[in-house]
């Protein structure tokens, strides 16, 4: 037959004591438990905010690098189009100057009274003169 255990007063207090102390300590356990917690969603909480501020920033970035892009885009389409328009004018001015010479040249053979020179002179600056109004035709 088993006895059933009787507790003397001192080993009563003991067993007690030691299970409110595993209790109590438990508690600030738990207590620090849920502050550790609460420190971790507070950073958590901060860097999805940075994490969103940054997406932003890069937004931004991304739409200034896309202006950027289409304004040199823009800038490369002047700068061919004035060096085509430098190319014209280059052209018109060697053209002008061919003609005055020959213009020149006519006067010069005409002063000499040489006018089968003139007269070939002034056939070259008339076929000159026709094909560029043919080429600007184009």
Do not use: W, Y
């Amino acid at each position: 037959m088993m006895r059933p255990t009787v507790l003397s007063r001192r080993s009563f207090k003991l067993a007690l004591a030691t299970t409110m102390h595993c209790r109590t300590s438990h508690r600030g356990h738990d207590h620090q438990k849920k502050r550790r917690l609460k420190n971790i969603n507070s950073r958590m909480k901060r860097l999805k905010v940075e994490m969103e501020e940054i997406s932003e920033e890069q937004k931004m970035i991304k739409e200034g690098q896309r202006q950027v892009r289409e304004k040199f885009e823009a800038i490369e389409l002047e700068c061919e189009q004035l060096r085509k328009e430098t190319v014209l004018i280059t052209q018109q001015s060697v053209s002008a100057q061919i003609r005055l010479a020959l213009m020149f040249q006519i006067l010069k053979a005409r002063e000499n009274q040489d006018f089968s020179k003139a007269s070939q002179l002034t056939c070259a600056l008339r076929e000159l003169i026709a094909r560029e109004n043919q080429q600007r035709k184009l």
